[in-house]
C-alpha cells in the first residue's frame, strides 16, 4: 500500500461526502414536487406525460396498485426487449449485421437489464446491434433505475407522513427521476465523457490495419450515453465485454474517478432525501456512517490483499503486489477502490477482472454483495435495502431494553418484521440453492473453467452478483448455456421483485400508523450507538447466512495459498 494510493481513496470519499447534501436536497426538491432550476424547462413536458399516461401528480396510490403498476410496467419492459432481441437481425441500426439472439440469453438478458443487474452472457461489440444498445439496453438503463428511485421514495413517506393510505403514484415518482434526475446528468457526463475520448457515433465499425499487416476490425459506437447512465443509474452494463476496463470506455484516470463518483452520487444522496423528508437530517447521516464504515473496511482488507499480493510469488522473488487482471494505468489502489464500490452500489461495471483478486481480495466484493448490497446500494435500492435491516436493528434493541420497537415514531410490529424478514430470506435462497445445485450438476460443472475452491467460487459469484442485481461477474465460468441462462435470470427476478414487494408492503403498513411523540425511553436512532447496531446486524445476518459458503471457497483458497499449495 503507498501513500498515493490512500490519498486517492480518500480523494473519492470527500468528493462523495461534499456532493451528499447538494444532490439531495435537489433530489428532495423533485420528489416533494417542488420547484427546480430545470422546471421552467421540463415541468410542461412532465405535464405532456401525465396527460399521455393519463394520470396527474394529484392521484396516490396504495400500495398495493404502486406495486401493480411497477410489476406491470417492468413486465411490459421484459417483453419488449425479450422481442427486440429475438428480431434483432432484421431490424435497422445494425452496421456489423449481428444476428437475432438465442431465446435463452434473450430473456437472461431481458431480465438482467430490467431488474437493474446488467448481467451480461455475452460480448456486447459481437452481439448487439446499435439499436439493441440504444432502445433496449440504454433504455432499460433508465428506466430500471427509476423504477429503484420511486420505491425508495415511496418507502420515505411510509415514514415522514402519518395516518395515511396512500405512498405516492409510482409513474409520477418513475417520471420524475427520470426527467429531472437520471437525464439532465446523464447528458452533461455524455458530453464529458465524449470529450474525454469516448465514442459516440452510429458510424460503422472501423476497419485498421496493423503494423505487421494484419486486418484489424475497431468496434465503435453510442458508448458515452450508455456509460453515462450505466454508471449514474448503477446498472454497469458495458458497451464492450472487457467494460470500463476497455480504453474506449474508461480513457484515463480523470474518466475513472468520475465513473466511480458516479455509481455512489445517487446511492448516498438517498440517505439526505431521507432526512430531509423525515426532518431530521442527522437521520440520514447516521445511516449513511454505517454504510461508510463498511465501506471503508471493505476497501482497507482489499487494498492491503492486493497490494500484498501472491506469497507464492514472493517465493520467486517477485513483489510489487498483484497487478495480474488489473491495467497498468490504474494499478492497484484505484482498481481495489472501483471493485469495493461497484459491488457495494449494484452496479456491476468492472475495470479489473475480479477472478484475478487474490482470495482476500476477492472475498469483499463477494461479501458486499451478500449484504444485500446495502453499502450505498443500487440507486434506490440500496436505500431500502438498508431500511429492512433497520427494521430488523430497531426490533433487536426494543426486545433488548423491553419496549415496543420504534423507528422515527412509527411502531415496527409483527407484519413489519415478517416482511423485512422475508425481503432478506429471499437473497440467501436464490444464492445458495442455485449454487449448490450448480455444484453437483455435471453439464454446470462442465462450465467451470478453474479446478479447486476458486472455482466453487466462480459458481457463488455469478449466482450472488445475479440475486443480488449487481452484475460483475468472476470470470472463468462460461455463462452462455441454457442452464446457467436461465437460472440466473430467475435470480436476478428473485433478487429485484421478491424484496420490492415485501418493502411496499412495510410501506403500505407504515403509513397508516401514528407518529408516537418520542419520550424519555425511546431509542435514540442518530447516534454512533444506533450506527454500531446497525451495522452488528448487517455484519451478523450475513455471516450467519453466507459464513460455510464463503468457507468452501475464498477462505479455502487462501489458506491453501499460504501453504503453497496450487491447483
Known sequence: MTLIGWLQILLYCGIIIALVKPLGGYMTRVFTGERTFLSPVLAPVERGLYRIAGTSEREEQHWTSYAFAMLMFNLLGTFVLYLLLRFQGILPLNPAGMPAVGPELSFNTATSFVSNTNWQNYGGESTMSYLTQMMGLTVQNFV??????????????????????????????????????????????????????????????????????????????????????????????????????????????????????????????????????????????????????????????????????????????????????????????????????????????????????????????????????????????????????????????????????????????????KMAVLAILCLPLAMLVFTAISSVLPSAVASVGTAGPHGFSEILYAYTSAAANNGSAFGGLTGNTPWYNITLGLGMLMGRFLVIIPALAIAGSLISKKTVPASAGTFPTDGPLFVGMLVGTIIIVGGLTFLPALALGPVVEHLTMISGKTF
Open 144 to 417: 430500471s433505475a427509476a423504477t429503484g428511485m420511486a420505491i425508495a421514495v415511496a418507502l420515505i413517506r411510509a415514514f415522514a407522513r402519518a395516518s395515511g393510505k396512500a405512498i405516492g403514484n409510482f409513474w409520477v415518482d418513475m417520471t420524475r427521476a427520470t426527467l429531472y434526475v437520471l437525464l439532465p446528468f446523464c447528458i452533461v457526463l455524455t458530453l464529458v465523457y465524449v470529450y474525454l475520448g469516448v465514442p459516440q457515433t452510429l458510424g460503422a465499425y472501423v476497419n485498421a490495419t496493423t503494423l505487421e499487416g494484419a486486418s484489424q476490425t475497431i468496434a465503435v459506437g453510442p458508448v458515452a450515453s450508455q456509460l453515462a447512465i450505466k454508471m449514474l443509474g448503477t446498472n454497469g452494463g458495458g458497451f464492450f465485454n472487457a467494460n470500463s476496463a476497455h480504453p474506449f470506455e474508461n480513457p484515463d484516470n480523470f474518466s475513472n474517478m468520475l465513473q466511480m463518483v458516479s455509481i455512489f452520487a445517487i446511492g448516498a444522496a438517498f440517505t439526505n432525501v431521507f432526512g430531509r423528508m423525515v426532518g431530521n437530517q442527522r437521520q440520514g447521516w447516521a445511516i449513511l456512517a454505517a454504510m461508510g464504515l463498511l465501506f471503508l473496511v471493505g476497501v482497507g482488507v482489499t487494498y492491503w490483499a492486493e497490494a500484498a499480493g501472491n506469497p507464492l510469488m514472493h517465493a520467486f522473488g517477485l513483489s510489487g503486489g498483484n497487478m495480474e487482471g488489473k491495467e497498468v494505468r490504474f494499478g492497484i489502489a484505484m482498481s481495489s477502490l472501483f471493485a469495493v464500490i461497484t459491488t457495494a452500489a449494484s452496479c456491476g461495471a468492472v475495470n479489473a477482472m475480479h477472478g484475478s483478486f487474490t482470495a482476500l481480495g476477492g472475498l469483499i466484493p463477494l461479501i458486499n454483495m451478500q449484504l444485500g448490497e446495502v453499502i450505498v446500494g443500487g440507486v434506490g435500492a440500496g436505500f431500502y435495502g438498508i431500511v429492512l435491516f433497520i427494521i430488523v436493528a430497531v426490533f433487536v434493541a426494543g426486545l433488548m431494553v423491553g419496549r415496543t420497537p420504534e423507528y422515527l415514531g412509527k411502531k415496527i410490529e409483527a407484519k413489519e418484521m
